[in-house]
T-cell receptor, first 114, second 112 residues
């Protein structure tokens, strides 16, 4: 595997379910991000992890719970979601001490909450 | 607050022709980066081109080039010799302190 991978690619869940999204980066980066992409809205940054420590929580509801066990893996735990949480969830990684801050994105997980 | 504005929700271009996508931004930062990302129907976000704010020279990457006007806070993307594979959503993005701020995107359609 190369780059940034995300699983699953598609997920349908009910409002009472608990599920997790997984992201893995194979680039040796030290920062990872979760973004939410909803229809007709700009991409929204949700969480930032630098060196496994959460450095940004963009006023995200507590029904989204991130976990970063190491610098290569990032999870987004989901519980009691709402239909308006249906969106494409993108993971990205970057090298925080690099000169360009370029972020590399995964293919995303298409989440549908029923 | 940092903002990025893309005023063109949708653009069309004939294959082999040239198209320019507009972007303006607002920031109080003096050191930042600007990017254009492309998101094709596969949804994979791909970096197209990068511009450092401290560099006056416009970045170029094969058929892609930018017109960076720092004083006007403008950062347009020019695609030359458009190809069918260029059809995608294009996002203008500003980076500061390892945070990215995305514009709303411009859908580019390429006609054969």
């Amino acid at each position: 595997e190369t780059g940034v991978t995300q699983t699953p690619r598609h997920l349908v869940m009910g409002m009472t379910n608990k599920k997790s999204l997984k992201c893995e980066q194979h680039l040796g980066h030290n920062a990872m991000y979760w973004y939410k992409q909803s229809a007709k809205k700009p991409l929204e940054l949700m969480f930032v992890y630098n060196f496994k420590e959460q450095t940004e929580n963009n006023s995200v509801p507590s029904r989204f719970s991130p976990e970063c066990p190491n610098s290569s893996h990032l999870f987004l735990h989901l519980h009691t979601l709402q239909p308006e949480d249906s969106a494409l969830y993108l993971c990205a990684s970057s090298q925080e001490d690099s000169s360009s801050y370029e972020q590399y994105f995964g293919p995303g997980t298409r989440l549908t909450v029923t | 607050a940092q903002t990025v504005t893309q005023s063109q929700p949708e653009m069309s271009v004939q294959e082999a022709e040239t198209v320019t996508l507009s972007c303006t931004y607002d920031t109080s930062e003096s050191d930042y980066y600007l990017f254009w990302y492309k998101q094709p129907p596969s949804r994979q976000m791909i970096l197209v081109i990068r511009q450092e704010a401290y560099k006056q020279q416009n970045a170029t990457e094969n058929r892609f080039s930018v017109n960076f006007q720092k004083a006007a806070k403008s950062f347009s993307l020019k695609i030359s010799d458009s190809q069918l594979g260029d059809a995608a959503m294009y996002f203008c993005v500003m980076e500061y302190g390892n945070k990215l701020v995305f514009g709303a995107g411009t859908i580019l359609r390429v006609k054969s």
